[in-house]
């Protein structure tokens, strides 16, 4: 077992649905009290190892722990885990109040108790005094919360949500995020929250593993996988980002000197990466870190001459397409609102410079994509 | 489809058609009742006088009545067993990704390409050479073997229409394999299990070729009636009965399609 | 805490691996459980299809000699039926009356569907229903009934005799392989219907209005569209009557006379009166045997045609 915090560890578990690997070697400790998501496009094998938590499919190579018990061999029903559908699977048959109760069979609690924990359960999702209604009328919103009682009243240890907010519209999708948040503080329970939605991984999670094509590329804090992707997909996956073929020159005080195709010499902040001198690597440039003028600025630093070659005016702030001589793609910009856009007047051709400061060039090995 | 697009106006000549081809359907089935109430011996227009004296001549049958209740247990036994069988069936195809399965499928399908009658013959055969003797319960076999393809087929639409991730959260909520299905996967495709008795009730309830082979001294109800159809003076007694038969059919298949519309219909989300 | 209670009950231990390769293999393997679930339905069939037909196989080398059956492989059987000018002319003639009947039926079915699928916007279902009901009656009692339509005092002959049309009754109305054909295709026509009105329900209608769109009139789209899409039902449709209907003793033997007869009677008399199972047996293969190939040849045609076609 690897980090001594950890409590649910995912060790080179490996999946194959045919010929298909849909889960290849993936590590992944998950600590307790946690809200860790697991991120990623459609088909990257998030929900498949999220499947494999809760017990519905078999690992075929590899194990997963929970507490310290190896879980292979353990059916669905004995896990101490439970889980939110993406479909939510709400029983049709049942109500409100029988699908809540649902999973309290096997404890035997008394009619009055069983009330208790029912309702208990409803006003944690805010919905007290719904326990009789029946389950075809609920709204998608009201499915969801029915759906988080129903696997919080078993009182689990870990929490597995597989895309639960992917069916709601976007108002309400915001607000379920929050609750979903502080509920999870209040709890203290460790959440595994499938989406690849990465707006709400960011806001939701402590920690993020983003997948692609089956692998776990990374597992960091929202912040570290926003300024400090280890990997092109990883930081394209994650926001914008602009890349740059660099060559490496000297390396001295975790600072490395650039040769950048169109962009001319800078610097950049090696964090630990492993980077040699004339080595080709990939410098990445947030749209935000680039400062955006339309006339020439004083004084040194990173400056590059461009033009505009498409323009977006979005109110709080505006993105740009800016064509820089020497490179294949524009350079995207975010920049805050600036004197010049929004005004009606044309944008397009019009001479800016970019200016960015060292520390904000992030190096990457050339993914082989 | 919006209703009367432009490509898809009533067409009157269709309609006719449609309405002929209906007809063409329903005339012959619906001389059975006409011709029951005739006063007369021969079935023949124009129509004598109305008269009800066939369905008493055969509520009075005592052989009708024992063919009725053979025809009613085999009919009970097979549907029973078939749907026991296709439950299995239906479940395992609809639930496991199996490898594999379809020539495997195939066969247990396979009687829905065969012709009755070698069926028929190859289990007498095979009966005989093995000593067994033709009873009810012989064709009660024959009878589970032509419903079981039936029966797997209706279920499984039920399977497919309820979303597998039910049964998961079911057992993901504490519940093994066998509460999983009293809680979850019964209620749900009740309505299903219904449908595929009824539907095996009324297959084996009308057979006859396969009856004709396997059944032994106790005749069911068509073997009945096809032995009364060589004797003229017998078809106004054959006529009543159907016209009875005709009766509870309808009722029953109305009750069966009213049943599938009652069916706990989950809303779907689509998978990711 | 639940999961705490649920660890101690006996469930677990059950659950967990025995430690057996077989067990493990068992669980990680997702066609196993499958193929275990299917195992008593799959047994029960595959068992009372195989073995009488092996049973089948073996007596159709047999000899019938008296009331026994002796048991040494001789192809004579096989020869009879294949020499006998009797058994080809009824084979002719079944292939005839099942083909004529499957096709006539998904000719005069086709329309029906058609209109049902596209020109019923309300209660369509109370359509499909009343289209399929009379299939739900005894099969002995519709064929009966055109016993009773088409008799020589039946219902034809005497309506038009008491409206004075005809002085005599019309013979040829029954005992013929067209009443044979007619009969059938009355009775299997909710075959023909229901498939080609799914397959024609599944069609995209968008499908159609694209074609539209791209300069296809009315005409055009039926052939280019409607027909194509819709062929898979009208092949099921064809096997489903041609299988059963070639096999089918009932309806001749009822409706046919003389030269309605099919193959189905001889088989039906072999196991009967004429008592010569060997020889039954060995017809009923060869029935088999061609309506396999029939039905193979009419799929492997259709899916040339598709391919060429693409």
Redesign the interface.
Known sequence: MSSDDSFLNIEQVTKRFGAVVAVDRVNIAIRTGEFFSLLGPSGCGKTTLLRMLAGFE?P?EGEVYIDGVPM????P????TNMVFQSYAIFPHLNVERNVAY?LR??KLSKQEEAKRVDEALEMVKLGGYGKRKSNELSGGQRQRIALARALI????VLLLDEPLGALDKKLRTDMQIELRQLQQSLGITFVFVTHDQEEAMTLSDRIAVMAQGKALQVASPKDIYNRPTSMTVADFIGQMNFIEASVGQVADGVAALEAKGLGRMKAHINGTAVTTGAHMIAALRPEKLSLTDSEPNGGGNVVKGRIEAAAYLGDRSHFHVRVDGLDQPLAVAAPDLPFVGDGAKQEGRPVWLTWADDSVILLDKDTR | ?S???Y??R??RP??V??IG??A??????L??PL?SFNDAI?????LKAFTTQWYQQMFANDAMHAALMNSVQVGVSASVLATI??I??A???T???????KP?LG??M??L???????G??????LS?MGIPLSLITVT?GH??IC?PFS?VTLMASFEGFDKSMEEAAADL?D?AWWIFWRVTFPMVFPGILASLLLCF?IS??E??MA??LAGTDPTL?IF??GQ?RFPQKLPG??AL?TC??AV??T???LA?WLRGRGPTAPKTEGN | ???A???S?P??TE???RGGRLA?LF??S??L???A??????A???L??C???A??VA?SFWVQSGFDITMTFTLDNYAKVFTNPIFEALFLRTLMISGTCALATVL??Y??A???A??V??RK?AWV???T??F???????V??????L?Y???I???L??LGLISEPLEFLLYSPEAVIITLA?AW?AFAILPIYVSLEKID?SL??AA?DLGDG?VA?FLRITLPLSMPGVIAAL?LIF??T?????TPA?VGGPDGMML?NI??KM?GKLND?PL??AL?IS??II?SIM?GGLIWVTRQIKERAI
């Open positions: 078999t075929d292979s061999g353990v059916s029903h004995v896990r101490p999973g096997k404890e078993r009182r689990p240890k | 489809m209703a009367g697009g490509m898809h009533p067409n269709l309609m058609y449609a081809y209906l063409f359907l329903y005339m012959p089935i001389l059975l011709f021969y079935i023949a227009f124009p069988l296709g299995f069936g479940k395992a195809v639930r496991f990704r199996i490898k594999g399965v495997v066969v247990v396979l009687p390409v065969i012709p009755p009658i070698i069926m013959v190859a289990l007498l055969i095979l050479q076999v589970v073997l079981v797997i504490g093994n009324t309830f009308d006859f070729i004709f082979f068509p009636i096809y159809l054959v006529l159907g038969i005709v059919t309808f029953v298949v109305f399609q | 805490m639940v999961d209670t649920s660890l009950e469930e677990l659950s967990r691996p493990t669980r990680r997702e066609s459980r499958g193929y679930l299917l195992s008593p339905t799959l029960v069939m595959a009372a299809m073995a009488p037909t049973m089948m007596l005069i079915s329309p029906m058609y209109y049902v596209f020109h916007h309300r279902l229903i009343m289209m009901l009379p739900w009656t005894s099969y002995l009692l519709r009966f009934s055109w016993k009773v339509v008799g005092n039946g219902a002959n005497s309506g005799m008491s009355h026509a209608r159609l209005e539209a009315a789209r096997l299988i059963p070639f096999g089918d003793f009932v009822l189905a088989v039906q196991f199972w039954g047996s009923a029935m088999m309506v039905c």
